[in-house]
């Protein structure tokens, strides 16, 4: 006998979790340039996100994360910071934000905004008066500045290079337009670097961070919160490269150890303000175990494991990848985090391969990602199967990185886009104008609207496997084990559930370990004339399934 299934089935058990919320929590990211927009000038803004929180509240989300909206000229997306008490006019006011965080909690959902330690913008009140006051100031120390090598100082300090591409290095000039001294910038010119040795600087972001405490914030995502610290006397590499945010070799401005002296302090004053506000690192570490040191018991609460996100479609490699990540954290007591997309890297379906493939692939890993234990990560749009837009014109790219250095990894755009609600045109119900970034005409069958009610569809997925999530006792944070399973498979146990994912690209055939609760596929069930505890299952090429055991 075969049996046919649905890809969407939803099945509801009592256990919500209870621990630490952070330690189970889907939380979702939302680009506020790209997430809605309420007056009409083609860009998100804070009332806009407002308007749109009941849609992430029946998504079955537990926590928003914000990037950033503070006060900013906008040279690389907001993460150039000129004020950081301040919103930016293009998002709204002070008042949004406080509403928005309000509407938030009485949704029951938990907000984390995204706070930027690293560099300020280069028109930031102490920028600014470090470049007119001029060398020898006391003002320069609260960044990085060096007079240059050379015999006339017109060679940068070291050889480190911007992640953006381009030398690590701008020189300043003088009132009259005699050269000076340089400052050092890992990312853009426009966003300097802070120098953490100076206790202003420490002073400042506790001053900040408990600004937005008191407003109510739950939390922070620490951008660049293994690059705060750099080496003593800031050496020379050795070799002149594009710097990388993750790589295996030691960098003397990334990941240096004094940068968990700063999140120690951090996470004391997190812990003043009660047990349920959280940090969070967006750290790039070379290993898992050099990524577990930023979530000890007394520094951070996560950090994002961006091993998984740069794992192969390989049933091998996810292994390893998760089996390496389980283990440090558990060796620090912290929960692993997992995280497909996000604003920084090209989205996953597309990565996956695009297309029909890319999709079935994303969708499949999605549920395996909500299977694991710990806390994820869902970048806007994922939810709809959004694929990368890779043919934006030249002339509207606002990535950074894309205009140096020949466009060394300016890609950042194409995961940018407005997503798409509602409508069968542009903007999609993004908002009342048009959007910053062109949507493609093909959105018009991924909008919310088009995929709400449809069993099918990616969105409807996602709501019933966050409904799962949420109200099965044995996921979230918690125990897991592999079971046996043929080359390309992937099978993990849970209390009372068992998730399947086949990787190749052809079915493959398996004993039925339960009782089907949700495919991305339709699956045929095989069962022997007479008996209906046993039988077969086909799960389809690129497909996930989660069932009760």
Not at 299 to 308: K, R
Not at 365 to 384: N, W
Request: charged share 25%; aromatic share 10%.
């Amino acid at each position: 006998m075969t049996q046919d299934l649905a890809p969407s089935v939803r099945e509801q058990t009592a256990g919500p979790h209870t621990q630490g919320w952070w330690r189970s929590a889907v939380i979702y990211q939302v680009y506020v340039r790209s997430f809605a927009d309420s007056d009409g000038d083609g860009i998100g803004d804070l009332r806009g996100i407002r308007e749109r929180l009941p849609y992430l509240a029946e998504l079955g989300v537990d926590a928003v994360w914000l990037t950033p909206f503070f006060a900013s000229p906008q040279a690389d997306g907001g993460y150039d910071v000129a004020d950081y008490r301040a919103v930016d006019p293009l998002f709204g006011s002070l008042s949004d934000a406080d509403d928005l965080v309000r509407t938030a909690h009485e949704l029951g959902l938990k907000v984390i905004v995204d706070i930027v330690p690293n560099h300020t913008s280069d028109q930031h009140v102490w920028f600014r008066a470090a470049l007119a006051e001029g060398a020898g100031a006391a003002s320069r120390d609260r960044y990085h500045f060096r007079p240059g090598k050379g015999s006339g100082g017109e060679l940068p300090p070291n050889d480190w290079e911007s992640v953006f591409g381009g030398p690590a290095w701008t020189r300043t000039c003088g009132p009259d337009g005699t050269p000076g001294e340089w400052y050092l910038h890992l990312f853009a010119p426009e966003q300097p670097d802070l120098n953490w040795d100076n206790e202003e600087v420490r002073e400042e972001f506790e001053s900040i961070l408990r600004f937005w405490l008191d407003l109510g914030v739950d939390g922070f995502r620490i951008d660049v919160a293994h690059g705060m610290v750099k080496a003593a006397g800031l050496p020379d590499i050795g070799r002149s490269e594009q710097a990388k945010l993750i790589g295996a070799q030691v960098l003397p401005f990334f990941d240096q150890d004094g940068v968990h002296a700063i999140h120690r302090s951090w996470r004391k004053l997190l812990d003043s303000y009660g047990s349920d506000r959280i940090g969070v690192a967006e750290a790039w570490a070379p290993t898992s175990e050099r990524l577990a040191l930023y979530v000890r018991p007394d520094e951070l609460h996560q950090a994002f494991n961006f091993q998984f996100l740069t794992c192969d479609w390989d049933a091998g490699s996810m292994r390893t990848v998760i089996d390496a990540s389980l283990e440090a954290t558990a060796s620090v007591g912290a929960p692993t985090t997992w995280v497909l997309s996000n604003h920084d890297v090209v989205r996953h379906t597309t990565r996956y391969g695009g297309g029909e493939p890319g999709l079935r692939r994303a969708r499949a890993a999605a549920l395996l990602m909500l299977a694991l234990p710990g806390s994820t990560y869902v970048y806007q749009g994922e939810e709809l199967g959004l694929p990368e837009v890779v043919d934006l014109p030249d002339e509207v790219r606002q990535d950074p990185a894309f205009f140096r250095a020949g466009s060394q990894d300016g890609t950042r755009d194409g995961c940018r886009v407005p997503i798409p609600w509602s409508g069968d045109r542009a903007p999609y119900g993004f908002g009342p104008g048009g959007s910053w970034l062109p949507q493609p005409e093909a959105w018009q069958e991924l909008s919310v609207e088009a995929q709400s009610g449809d069993p099918r569809s990616t969105l409807e997925l996602y709501r019933s496997a966050l409904v799962l999530r949420r109200e099965l006792p044995g996921l979230g944070d918690g125990p897991m084990a592999w079971l046996d399973a043929p080359e390309g498979v992937l099978a993990v146990s849970r209390p009372g559930f068992v998730c399947t994912l086949n990787t190749l690209d052809r079915e493959v055939e398996l004993p039925v370990p339960g009782r089907p609760l949700l495919s991305t596929s339709p699956l045929a069930i095989l069962i022997p004339e007479g008996r209906s505890a046993e039988g077969t299952v086909r799960i389809p090429a690129d497909s996930c399934v989660w069932w009760a055991v």
